[in-house]
């Protein structure tokens, strides 16, 4: 009996040990958990769209996960399987339907690939051990020998989804996904933020000063073991405004060298497209910059993005109010044109009386600068104007359109008001090269004018898709330990 019991005992050590070296990492809440890096993450939306839409509609979980192959340590790949499957439990606990998609390696981590679909119980009658062989063989190994990871990705999800699609139809999953949509502004793959805290930051940011809908992205990031705030300025080709790269707690032991987990390791990576000139000068900058480190490590990314926020809306509120002095001075100059024409309109039965050359020569040279800056913003369609819209202030294409008709018109009346200004009081050839402005008291002009207005709107979008990666919770299924593994 103390034999049998020695030796039990002896082999839990030996499984204890030999497993030691093996990394499980903790459940991300994803569709498809990256770890080797082998997708974009528009490659990972389009996966995630349509693996969520067979979870919602019939709870039918798959899980998609790439690894280093140090992550194995000396467990085989179905042993590694059966512990990732038991912690992560993708499927609903009372239906088992649960399956995890595991790729090991990549051509540049090479020694020891491996490829493994891992099932639960609920699924294994449509999905046999053979049948996933097959998928894996057939469908998945050659394109990931050729490095092509996203398409042998999706032939193996897309196989697998066409199979499983025929159970549990209809059941509804222990949690629902929301899916995002391509209008919001946040996308919390990461799930940094409460719902509550995302629903306060789309209302900050669906605000003027983001009229270009640029959106905050946050992500799963094991590389950084320290918080980093990142700020450049803003570009015309940017779509995102805020970029969170979040580590849970990842970490590589100094001591042996093994990446390992804690809560308390957490730290984010804040990268921020900033239109403020505040960032500008060098000294200040690096100052802020410390700053704004500083403040997330005590307060946490909803505070500081919030602060961000509060003080792009200040920048914004000085940019807007210069270029309202800007519009108002060219819309100004109408005005005085106009009065002036008011001034030198020819009355009837008054006697012509002749103008003094202080008044003539820097009214004439005051007309000639208005009517030649007229005359070039016409031609050009405003283009110019339209340039410092979109640069500048950002204003929505509605409003620029209107106000580029605004100033067109403006200009159409100065080009009009300078011709009876020369009629009525130059009664010269000062501005003939224009047409002619007759002589003496009456001025008649015929010319057909047109106005045209040239819009041009930029909306930007995120490189996300219509589907966030994340919030993907197990539902606490149990493997059967069925599937199927290859080498690659």
């Known amino acids: 009996m ?37 997708l974009t993450e528009e490659e990972i939306g389009i996966l995630a769209y349509a693996i969520k839409g067979e979870y919602n509609s019939n709870s039918n979980q798959l899980m998609i996960v790439t690894i280093p192959t140090s992550y194995l340590g000396n467990l085989q790949i179905e042993d590694y399987a059966q512990k990732l499957f038991e912690k992560w439990q993708p499927g609903q606990k009372d239906l088992n339907n649960g399956i995890l998609m595991i790729i090991v390696g990549s051509k540049m981590d090479s020694v020891g690939r491996k490829l493994r679909i891992h ?43 066409n199979f499983i699609s025929k159970e549990n139809v209809g059941k509804i999953p222990q949690y629902k996904i929301e899916v995002q949509k391509s209008a919001d502004l946040v996308y919390d793959y990461a799930r940094v933020f409460t719902d509550e805290e995302k629903k306060n930051l789309e209302a900050e940011m669906n605000s003027g000063f983001n009229a270009e809908r640029r959106v905050l992205i946050t992500d799963h990031q094991q590389n950084y ?25 990842y970490y590589t032991d100094e001591k042996d ?44 990314p909803y505070t500081t993005i919030m602060e961000l926020i509060a003080d792009e809306k200040v920048a914004y509120a000085k940019r807007l109010n210069c270029f309202i002095y800007f519009i108002s001075y060219l819309l100004s100059i109408s005005v005085f044109v106009f009065i002036v024409a008011m001034f030198t309109k020819n009355k009837k039965g008054k006697t012509k009386t002749k103008k003094p050359m202080a008044i003539k020569i820097p009214l004439g040279i005051i007309l000639v600068a208005i009517n030649l800056y007229s005359f070039l913003s016409l031609v050009t369609f405003e283009m110019l104007y339209y340039f410092i819209f979109s640069e500048y202030i950002c204003l929505s294409g509605l409003i620029t359109v209107l106000l580029m008709i605004l100033l067109a018109v403006s200009q159409v009346v100065n080009v009009i008001y300078v011709y009876k200004i020369d009629a009525n009081y130059f009664n010269s050839k000062l501005f003939s090269w224009m047409g002619k402005g007759g002589g003496g008291s009456s001025y008649s002009n015929s010319s057909d004018s047109s106005s045209s207005s040239n819009s041009s709107s930029s909306s930007s979008s995120s490189n996300s898709n219509s589907s966030s990666n994340g919030g993907y919770y197990g539902g606490g299924g149990t493997s059967g330990g069925g599937g199927a593994s290859s080498d690659w």
């Not at 046999?128 to 394109?143: G, H, Q, T």
């Not at 092509?148 to 193996?156: E, L, M, R, V």
């Not at 570009?235 to 849970?248: A, E, H, Q, R, V």
């Open 2 to 38: 103390k034999k049998i019991i020695f030796l039990f005992f002896a082999f839990l050590l030996y499984d204890f040990s030999y497993s030691q070296n093996a990394f499980i990492p903790e459940p991300t809440l994803n569709v498809i958990s990256d770890f080797e890096k082998l």
């Open 119 to 161: 099932t639960g119980y609920g699924v294994q009658g449509v999905l046999p051990d053979l049948l996933c062989s097959r998928i894996e063989k057939a469908m998945m190994v050659p394109e990931l020998k050729k490095g092509n990871y996203f398409k042998a990705i999706k032939n193996g999800s897309t196989s697998i989804l």
């Open 257 to 300: 060298s093994i990446l390992k987990f804690s809560t308390d390791r957490k730290t984010y990576y804040l990268s921020f497209m900033s239109e403020s000139d505040e960032y500008d000068d060098s000294p200040t900058f690096y100052k802020k910059q410390k700053a704004i480190e500083e403040r997330l490590a005590s307060v946490g």
């Open 225 to 249: 073991n320290y918080n980093y705030v990142y700020i450049s300025k803003k570009y015309s080709y940017d779509t995102t405004l805020f970029k969170i790269s979040f580590n849970p707690g």
